[in-house]
């Protein structure tokens, strides 16, 4: 197994902003109540100006400040490994290395976006943030960073993982999380939802609606967002560009770079740095592979539209492959991937081609998972698992062509809460969910129609 560790010096010094070198301009977001393009200021009562002011921005690179790097050093720069054990069992002529985000204290890549939230709402006076979380990842990350910096934190999880993953919610408390299964009565939004289906397993879409409304009620409270808008994506990006010098240690370049989507930020945060080679024409044949749940497809079969970002319609209205703000996903394992919609620089990508999408079930996924650990060692968190697959699909491609490609994915947590997961998928109890066409469909009918395309 080879490994490439940086020193704690090489932690990047500013964040990649894929938005300076999209191809076309950004669809503009909209304000949730009129649909018209959305201000600055509009997004004064959830976030620090610091964030707002990354929101907007059309710089390439952002300065990372000396605090956040800081903290970045517990865990940063994260390592590198070449999968060689994986490579023999495949017999693929393929070179894979994958990006491990596994040691950071919450055990993933949330940490990355979550302690520079905290820091610019410290330092612009804020006492309390409202969050929320699938898995329970983003939600770890975020009372994690919110302890550092001496801020209170509520989070707001979907009700599936608040059931399935008790460990998780756990370890938000030891971190002085406050942590509420999401829909709740706590909330005009949660309260509605539950008059409509009592036994509810929420959804994302649900608990950001939640988060909203509570932090909009209270004048020391902020909200943060653990994917999707451009800030997170934003700070995610040390992750690509530590991957690109531990790659150029190894004398090597991706021919293929593969992450696991739920709303973007993993994949993103991996991919744009080299995208931004492709996007400038110095390395045009690279390729792009989202990696996203069957149960949950929003890129393969989602609709590229504008909607709203929370299932209340409180949140930015954005343009995005989205299967509807209605949109209820399956209770899967991977509950950090049960999002109905994407990143929208992620999605503009897509939409030009620049990134491919492919959905994987719950078995395929989860026998990669193990195949990687009985070669490789980690236990991968079940978001992870579909990059896995991904690079595997790739890797046997490359055995069907007889060439020898590179390939990079990212593995961006450790599954030690998932063990439930594992255990149903060990004894044949794990369900390939299908999704009706009809269902989408029907989560499509209530888009917001802006007067403007």
């Known amino acids: 197994m080879q490994r490439i560790v940086?020193?704690?010096?090489?932690?990047?010094?500013?964040?990649y902003n894929v938005v300076a070198d999209?191809?076309?301009?950004?669809?503009?977001?909209?304000?949730?109540?009129?649909?018209?393009?959305?201000?600055?200021?509009d997004l004064a009562p959830l976030l620090p100006q610091a964030v707002i002011d990354q929101e907007f921005s059309q710089e390439r690179w952002i300065e990372i400040p000396e605090e956040v790097r800081g903290v970045y050093e517990s865990w940063r720069p994260s390592p590198l490994y070449r999968a060689e054990r994986l490579e023999r069992a495949l017999d693929t002529p393929a070179r894979?290395?994958?990006?491990?985000?596994?040691?950071?204290?919450?055990?993933?890549?949330?940490?990355?976006?979550?302690?520079?939230?905290?820091?610019?709402?410290?330092?612009?006076?804020?006492?309390?943030?409202?969050?929320?979380?699938?898995a329970g990842q983003w939600g770890s990350a975020l009372s994690f960073a919110g302890s550092l910096f001496g801020l209170d934190v509520t989070v707001y999880m979907v009700r599936a993982s608040y059931d399935h993953k008790p460990y998780r919610r756990s370890l938000m408390e030891i971190w002085g999380g406050q942590v509420?299964?999401?829909?709740?009565?706590?909330?005009?939004?949660?309260?509605?939802?539950?008059?409509?289906e009592p036994d509810s397993p929420g959804s994302l879409g649900m608990a950001i609606s939640e988060a909203v409304e509570d932090a909009?009620?209270?004048?020391?409270?902020?909200?943060?967002?653990?994917?999707?808008?451009?800030?997170?994506?934003?700070?995610?990006?040390?992750?690509?560009?530590?991957?690109?010098?531990?790659?150029?240690?190894?004398?090597?370049?991706?021919?293929?770079?593969?992450?696991?989507?739920?709303?973007?930020?993993?994949?993103s945060g991996l991919s744009f740095p080299f995208l931004a080679d492709r996007l400038s024409g110095a390395r045009p044949h690279t390729r792009f592979v989202a990696a996203e749940p069957a149960a949950c497809p929003t890129l393969t079969r989602g609709t590229y539209a504008y909607d709203y970002a929370d299932s209340a319609g409180l949140s930015p209205v954005l343009r995005m492959h989205t299967l509807g703000h209605e949109f209820i996903?399956?209770?899967?394992?991977?509950?950090?991937?049960?999002?109905?919609?994407?990143a929208p620089t992620l999605c503009a990508l897509v939409d030009s081609g620049h990134i491919e999408a492919r959905a994987h079930a719950q078995n395929e996924v989860f026998t990669e998972a193990v195949r990687f650990a009985r070669n490789e060692?980690?236990?991968?968190?079940?978001?992870?698992?579909?990059?896995?697959?991904?690079?595997?699909?790739e890797a046997l491609a490359a055995r069907e062509a007889?060439?020898?490609?590179?390939?990079?994915?990212?593995?961006?947590g450790h599954g030690h809460f998932d063990m439930a997961a594992y255990d149903a998928f060990l004894a044949g109890r794990m369900e390939d969910l299908e999704l009706p066409q009809t269902e989408i469909e029907a989560a499509l009918q209530n888009l917001p129609t802006p007067a403007t395309p």
């Open 377 to 393: 060692g980690f236990v991968m968190a079940p978001e992870s698992s579909h990059a896995v697959r991904g690079a595997v699909v």
């Open 180 to 196: 509420f299964p999401s829909p709740t009565d706590r909330t005009r939004a949660g309260r509605e939802a539950l008059a409509k």
């Open 329 to 342: 996903p399956a209770p899967i394992h991977a509950g950090g991937l049960r999002f109905h919609g994407d």
């Open 216 to 267: 909009l009620a209270h004048d020391d409270t902020k909200f943060a967002l653990g994917s999707a808008m451009n800030h997170v994506v934003l700070h995610q990006t040390v992750i690509g560009l530590e991957a690109r010098k531990q790659l150029e240690i190894a004398g090597s370049y991706p021919d293929v770079v593969v992450g696991c989507v739920g709303g973007g930020s993993n994949f």
């Open 22 to 41: 999209l191809p076309a301009p950004l669809p503009k977001p909209l304000h949730p109540a009129t649909l018209e393009e959305l201000t600055p200021a």
């Open 96 to 134: 894979i290395y994958y990006k491990y985000e596994g040691g950071s204290p919450p055990g993933s890549h949330k940490p990355n976006t979550a302690v520079p939230q905290a820091f610019y709402n410290a330092a612009e006076g804020v006492r309390r943030l409202t969050t929320e979380t699938g």
């Open 402 to 412: 007889g060439e020898e490609r590179t390939i990079l994915f990212g593995l961006s």
């Open 6 to 15: 940086l020193p704690s010096q090489d932690i990047p010094t500013h964040w």
